[in-house]
């Protein structure tokens, strides 16, 4: 995810999930959770900065496979 820093012209919440990849699960039509996707867990954003608008997020890869010791 990209584009969320409250530094952006515009501001838009959720700081700490800038440029990292996330494990997305699509729960209804237009909402969804994130995982870290080599733990499976959920991300617990409740001390994050709250949400705003707008940001975007850019599809790196359709399927993650990891394979662990």
């Known amino acids: 995810m990209t584009d969320l820093n409250g530094a952006m012209p515009i501001p838009r919440g959720e700081d700490p999930l800038n440029n990292y990849r996330w494990k997305i699960i699509v729960?209804?039509?237009?909402k969804f959770t994130l995982k870290y996707p080599v733990t499976d867990l959920p991300?617990?954003?409740?001390?994050?900065?709250?949400?705003?608008?707008?940001?975007?997020?850019?599809?790196?890869?359709?399927?993650?496979?990891?394979?662990?010791?």
Do not use: H, K, M, R
């Open 27 to 30: 729960t209804e039509a237009t």
């Open 43 to 69: 991300v617990d954003s409740t001390l994050f900065p709250p949400y705003v608008e707008g940001g975007f997020c850019n599809l790196i890869e359709t399927n993650f496979v990891y394979e662990g010791n």
